[in-house]
């Protein structure tokens, strides 16, 4: 075991997804909390979790949180919806960093645009079919009903780039009719690819509606623990951010960029 | 080395695809071969394969023929276009069992098609990447000019069950707008999935354009070769059939019986 190399305070903080949406959830970490630094691990090799059993989503969050350990993170944020879903508290159980999932986050915030309504929430199949969003508004309100969706053809037709497209509009219009049946005052995009159809969702279930994204409630959280943790990068030196990858998949520059902002830089091609 | 306990007549022939869709493939080989044995390797861990990188495709690619080969197959069909297009070859120079992909009966299959026109080819975005089919062509009939397109989203509209919706209809007549430009008389399916959508992909480019499937091509091409060289099941005891997934995805029994057109049995769950 070598010692860290920095106070922990000025550790990175270690995010991980199952391929480059949680890049999407990055681009909000960095947008909260400007002085921190970042490791990305993306499992684009194994790429996407949202169909995989629960088992195997376990088997590799382990093994990515093993890996960023071994890189001294002072905390984990699971930029992935099924992961979150279906392997967050297994990993809490294993290790001793905190981890943070997507999921809390969301529901936090959706409640928090509760009026007299239901609360909507549309993911992956695994995640969905994980009932995870549906169990955690259970657990911290009860009194609100919730009404949920799969939606398996957003993720394919953002990686499309037709993401703002009549097809798009198409299929969100199927999906999401037995959703505008019930009064819904917030709906949970519940995969970090959706932000990236937020236009087309939203025309789709009305302006009334709030749309609740990952990545800026998860940043919120984590921000309120640094905070009171007395965790926060010390400022002093300049944020550091690397990039590890399983795979180098087709359109790997164009999807990056396009869920980050910008470019990739300090990307690394690493084996589990 | 334990010596195999079947003449190598009696052998299990061994199919390998990135997941479910290779079993469009074994369906057409067990219609042309009923008395082979089956051993059917579905990669469910890591599919799909044609979004990742050709070193990735190759490396899963290897450990599979090298767990059918202990498994004494006879010989090999890679029941998947995305890595007999870019893993086939690597496969050959190492291994010394027979290993047939689905380019080359396809390609020989449309060949014997082409009238004046030209032929079309579609496929997974790294199938088309690979310009697998373009140089097997190539090499083949150099005087038939192709024209080929990526149609990515095919494959999800087909595991979502969507493949006869007016949805697909509208993404089939997006991709396909440019091929109907050209005057094709034979259109390759060079992808396992895509006879699933064989019915719409059929109305949007014409009845006069004739479609190519990789399994019965592929399926003729093993009859020929084990009818030359006298490998052919003896017919003495029923043939057997064993299923390998490395994931029980979600919906795996619906997409499975949807592919192979019956219930799967004798299916075991590996790590590779």
Not at 154 to 161: G, N, R, S, T
Request: glycine share 6%; with cysteine.
């Amino acid at each position: 075991m070598r010692p860290p190399l920095l106070s922990i305070n000025n550790q990175a903080i270690g995010v991980f997804d199952s391929g480059l949406g949680g890049l999407t959830v990055l681009k909000a970490l960095e947008k909260q909390l400007p002085h921190e630094s970042f490791i990305y691990f993306g499992d684009t090799a194994h790429v996407p979790y949202g169909s995989k059993s629960v088992e195997t989503v376990q088997n590799y969050s382990n093994q990515i949180t093993q890996f960023l350990l071994s890189h001294d993170v002072k905390l984990i944020v699971i930029a992935c919806n099924t992961a979150s879903s279906v392997a967050a508290e297994v990993l809490r159980k294993k290790f001793d960093v905190p981890i943070f999932g997507v999921v809390t986050p969301a529901v936090e915030q959706a409640i928090s645009f509760h009026k007299n309504g239901e609360i909507g929430i549309i993911g992956t199949q695994a995640t969905i079919a994980s009932n995870s969003y549906v169990d955690k508004f259970t657990s911290l309100a009860p009194h609100i009903n919730t009404v949920q969706q799969a939606c398996p053809l957003f993720v394919p037709l953002i990686e499309e780039d037709w993401g703002d497209t009549d097809t798009a509009k198409g299929v969100a219009d199927i999906y999401l009719k037995s959703l505008a049946k019930h009064p819904v005052d917030a709906l949970v995009l519940g995969c970090t690819h959706y932000p990236m159809m937020e236009k087309i969702i939203q025309s789709v279930v009305g302006n009334s509606v709030k749309l609740i994204s990952s990545g800026p409630a998860a940043a919120k959280t984590v921000d309120n623990f640094l905070v009171k943790n007395n965790l926060q990068n010390d400022g002093k030196n300049s944020p550091t951010e690397a990039f590890f990858v399983t795979d180098f998949p087709q359109k790997f520059d164009k999807l990056g960029s396009q869920f980050l902002g910008r470019a990739l830089t300090n990307v690394h091609h690493i084996k589990l």
